[in-house]
């Protein structure tokens, strides 16, 4: 099966117009880790690709020249192997050199892969870039893309640079892991043919990251799969945790600390808790530290409904940091097929839960989409007030505030078939929905939206109650 380009439609399109300007564009793509940058640029632009370089994790300054000479001499096709360049402002004169000969007609790329890496302490490659964008590469008729795993560093070193690069970047694309239905395309290509239900639980485990995905193989259920990658000694996520953090982090402590510490609450924690059970003190270390983990994916910060910035939530939205928190940690020593005698554990059905609420919180649009009001302007958010004496609190995972004057109120279960309402749920329900406009004081209707896999089995305790429904083919875009 040929490596096809899943999804990505709207970067492909951004990535394939910039070859039709008439002037020099400088790209900067963010993403986390695994998450497909390399082969969006390779797949978009392999045959405008006139030069290509990869940082080297941990090397050396003088090891990084030396990665950067090979590729020239590689790619210039150079009889004799070039002399490596003692600092990185000879090297991009080397560069200048070398493209003069090759950028002639039709638009080509020059692509600097993790480009983090590439600038080692006091290394001078930032001031160098500078000087080729600056000096050269802006007045000719080229790409240049930069990439990086460490989104952190490229928005602080590179999109806010305060230097040579300032205000350079022409365009800005932050690659998020694949949708549900962007999984389900992939594992198509791959042959795979799993149902929606069993597509969802792989994502709950592995999120949509492309490089775990592509370890599915044809025959398994995803209980034997995620045994066999999870669980299995030399499994591709038996311990990538440990290697995940410090790839893109100097001083990973801190920022495990932190997921570690959101692992353990689900619905939340404000930043003042996370500085209290991370250990982290609440000051620019922390800040440092969240945003960090935000820009790179792993974290995300929501607003309760009705609350003010400094009340804003985080939650652990990486699948997979969960799940291997959660039970790779301390499941993966009993070997593998562990996770299929586990799958029908009380533990599992409380993980699956929170798990499925985080799915629906990427898949707002879709949601959106399924209710009719794409077109409608609306903002997605959490609800929670503590009970006091004599009134019991209430916790709502998702509210979709509508221009329209309607919220939906939004219930999310995980479950092998569709979802049967008891009478005492649906009182709770009903309690719900009363304690939300009792705190709220809203003014507008608010419906109750039913969210789970197969939809909700209509009885005489859901009618009257659910104003909508909706299952998995919704959140997979129909």
């Known amino acids: 099966m040929s490596k096809e380009l899943i999804g990505r ?10 070859l039709t300007t008439d002037e020099a564009e400088l790209v900067s793509i963010i993403g986390r880790r695994r998450v497909g940058k390399t082969f969006l640029v390779q797949s978009v632009y392999s045959e405008r690709i006139a030069f290509e370089i990869t940082g080297i994790q941990h090397a050396k300054n003088s090891e990084q020249l030396e990665n950067f000479v090979v590729a020239l001499s590689l790619q210039s096709k150079s009889p004799l192997p070039l002399q490596k360049p003692k600092t990185w402002l000879e090297a991009f004169h ?13 638009k080509r790329v020059v692509f600097f892969d993790e480009l983090p890496w590439l600038d080692t302490h006091r290394s001078g490659f930032l001031n160098a870039f500078g000087f080729f964008w600056n000096s050269w590469a802006v007045k000719k008729n080229i790409v240049v893309v930069i990439c990086g795993s460490a989104a952190s560093w490229m928005i602080q070193k590179v999109v806010h640079n305060k230097g ?9 694309l932050h690659l998020q892991p694949f949708s549900l239905r962007e999984t389900e395309l992939y594992l ?5 043919n799993l149902n929606r239900y069993q597509i969802t639980e792989l994502y709950m485990a592995m999120g949509g990251i492309p490089h775990y995905l592509k370890e599915i193989q044809k025959g398994e259920s995803v209980a034997q799969s995620i045994d066999r990658i999870c669980f299995a000694k030399g499994g591709t996520l038996y311990d ?17 600390a932190v997921v570690r510490a959101l692992a353990a609450k689900p619905s939340g924690l404000s930043r003042l808790e996370i ?10 270390g922390l800040s440092k530290t969240l945003e960090e983990l935000q820009h790179s994916g792993f974290i995300a910060e929501y607003l309760p409904f009705g609350r003010l910035k400094r009340d804003s939530l985080f939650r652990l939205s990486d699948e997979y940091s969960l799940f291997y928190l959660k039970f790779i940690e301390t499941l993966k020593k009993e070997g593998a097929g562990i ?7 009380p533990a599992f059905h409380a993980w699956s839960g929170y798990a499925f609420e985080s799915i629906c919180l990427k898949h707002v649009p879709e949601i959106k989409k399924a209710l009719g009001i794409s077109g409608v302007f609306a903002t997605a958010s959490a609800f929670y007030r503590k009970g006091s004496e004599g009134m019991d609190g209430c916790q709502i995972d998702l509210l979709i505030d509508r221009d329209d004057k309607v919220i939906n109120l939004c219930e999310i279960k995980w479950a092998n078939s569709e979802y049967i309402l008891s009478k ?28 789970s896999t197969y939809g909700v089995l209509e009885n005489e305790y859901s009618r009257g109650l659910v104003d909508r429904e909706l299952g998995l083919g919704e959140l997979f875009g129909g």
């Not at 198509?188 to 795979?192: I, S, W």
């Not at 990538?240 to 495990?256: D, R, T, V």
């Open 9 to 18: 439609e709207n970067e492909v399109s951004i990535l394939k117009n910039l």
């Open 94 to 106: 080397l560069l200048i050199l070398y493209l003069e000969n090759v950028i002639e007609g039709e």
């Open 164 to 172: 040579g690069l300032y205000n350079r970047i022409t365009k800005r």
């Open 188 to 192: 198509q290509n791959k042959g795979l």
């Open 240 to 256: 990538e945790f440990e290697q995940l953090y410090p790839s893109l982090f100097e001083h990973a402590e801190s920022h495990m």
């Open 275 to 284: 500085g209290q059970i991370s250990g982290i003190s609440n000051g620019g």
């Open 339 to 345: 996770w299929q005698s586990f799958h029908a554990s």
């Open 424 to 451: 005492t749920y649906a009182a709770d329900l009903r309690k719900k929905v009363a304690l939300f406009k009792h705190y709220s004081k809203t003014k507008k209707q608010v419906f109750l939206t039913f969210i």
